[in-house]
């Protein structure tokens, strides 16, 4: 399975733990619980294509809770680290974080009634990355939005 298809799965569970949760309203632990599962989804996607944990690392030496409905993916995360396979190739940014640029880009031009090629170089210096990798970003985005 490709990055972008896990990470869609993935996001997809994350959807429904949000939308449980705004449906029946919960209070204390189930609450933190559907709070930090977007935490953990982003937590969860770095260590899948890095290889790298510390951001998950963090969120359970806090002992932020987790929701039940990501311990599978949690359980994928551990496998892959533990045997040293990626599932796809590394990418210098989550699928999630991707759509984080693209929704600035998008907000910004719209703000500043600038040019795209404007927003895209101030979100890479703003982001210390190279202006090509935001532009790709941009446009997989941008084809994703149309589907």
Same mark, same amino acid.
């Given at each position: &399975?490709?990055?972008?298809?896990?990470s869609?799965?993935? *996001?997809? %569970? %994350?959807?429904?733990?949000?939308?449980?949760?705004?449906?029946n309203p919960? /209070?204390?632990?189930?609450?933190? &619980?559907?709070?930090?599962?977007?935490?953990?989804?982003?937590a969860?996607? %770095?260590?899948?294509?890095s290889?790298?944990?510390? /951001?998950?690392?963090?969120?359970?030496?806090?002992?932020? !809770?987790?929701? !039940?409905?990501?311990l599978?993916?949690?359980?994928d995360?551990?496998?892959? #680290?533990? /045997?040293?396979?990626?599932?796809?190739? !590394?990418?210098?940014?989550? !699928?999630? *974080?991707?759509?984080i640029?693209?929704?600035? #880009?998008? /907000?910004?031009?719209?703000l500043?009634?600038?040019?795209i090629?404007d927003?895209?170089?101030?979100?890479?210096?703003?982001?210390?990355s190279?202006e090509?990798? %935001?532009?790709?970003?941009?446009?997989?985005?941008?084809?994703?939005?149309?589907?």
């Open positions: &399975m490709k990055n972008s298809e896990y869609a799965s993935l *996001q997809a %569970v %994350v959807r429904q733990i949000i939308d449980e949760g705004l449906a919960k /209070h204390g632990l189930e609450l933190r &619980m559907i709070q930090s599962s977007l935490d953990y989804l982003q969860i996607e %770095v260590a899948l294509e290889g790298k944990c510390e /951001h998950l690392n963090k969120l359970f030496k806090k002992e932020i !809770p987790i929701h !039940p409905k990501l599978p993916a949690l359980s995360c551990i496998n892959a #680290i533990q /045997h040293g396979t990626q599932i796809g190739r !590394p990418s210098a940014f989550t !699928p999630t *974080q991707e759509e640029i693209y929704d600035e #880009i998008r /907000h910004r031009k719209e500043n009634d600038s040019n090629t927003e895209i170089g101030d979100v890479a210096f703003d982001i210390n190279n090509s990798t %935001v532009r790709r970003i941009w446009s997989r985005q941008k084809k994703a939005q149309k589907k």
